[in-house]
């Protein structure tokens, strides 16, 4: 999906150069998501069970209206 791509497109080229190893990882394994569960938590449907994914997608979201 061209959205789910800008979204975490956003993450990657602004946030992930800064972030430290632990949320890289985070944001890495993030990414191994199904497209489907990672619209739901970026429209804010449904959280992902793991607190580091939903500070990603918590940031993600308070930039970008989704």
Known sequence: ??????????????RYPHADTEQKAAFVSLLEAQDPDLWMWLGGRNRPDNPAWCRIIDEIRARHSV
């Not at 999906?1 to 602004?14: N, S």
């Open 1 to 14: 999906m061209r959205e789910l791509d800008q979204l975490l497109g956003w993450y990657l080229e602004t």
